[in-house]
């Protein structure tokens, strides 16, 4: 098996987020529907920034965004690209809160790299 973590780098991996995309709080609305139909509501849902600092990119210069991949299962993500992150000025939330910019790394894995964690992860229609 390979790591995600040995496989994809970044040029700074103490800067980087890896954001696990399930859904914008509506279950029948999917991120994996979003990014394989190239829906603008992907770049948004991963640049949306909140009070709540834990969906945040705050402290990262790069974002490995995936999407649950739920043809297969709750624990499958599929890779959505390798972005570098610019917090945008002034400070907004609840809203795109951030400029995202897809580096030419990997891009050939988009739609294409599915991974697989260990056990499901937050809340979703499958748990």
Excluded at 42 to 57: E, G
Excluded at 60 to 66: F, Q, V
Aim: aromatic fraction near 14%; glycine fraction near 4%.
């Amino acid at each position: 098996m390979i790591k995600l973590s040995e496989f994809i780098k970044t040029p700074n991996d103490k800067r980087t987020k890896i954001k696990f995309n399930m859904n914008p709080a509506d279950v029948n609305l999917r991120a994996w529907d979003f990014l394989l139909e190239d829906d603008s509501e992907w770049l948004i849902m991963n640049a949306w920034k909140t009070k709540q600092p834990n969906n945040n990119l705050n402290h990262a210069d790069y974002l490995i965004a995936l999407a649950q991949y739920y043809p297969y299962g709750p624990e499958y993500f599929v890779f959505g690209g390798l972005y570098r992150v610019e917090k945008k000025i002034p400070e907004v939330f609840n809203d795109v809160g951030y400029n995202l910019t897809l580096m030419n790394d990997y891009q050939e894995y988009i739609k294409r790299l599915i991974i697989k964690i260990e056990k499901p992860i937050g809340r979703d229609v499958y748990n």
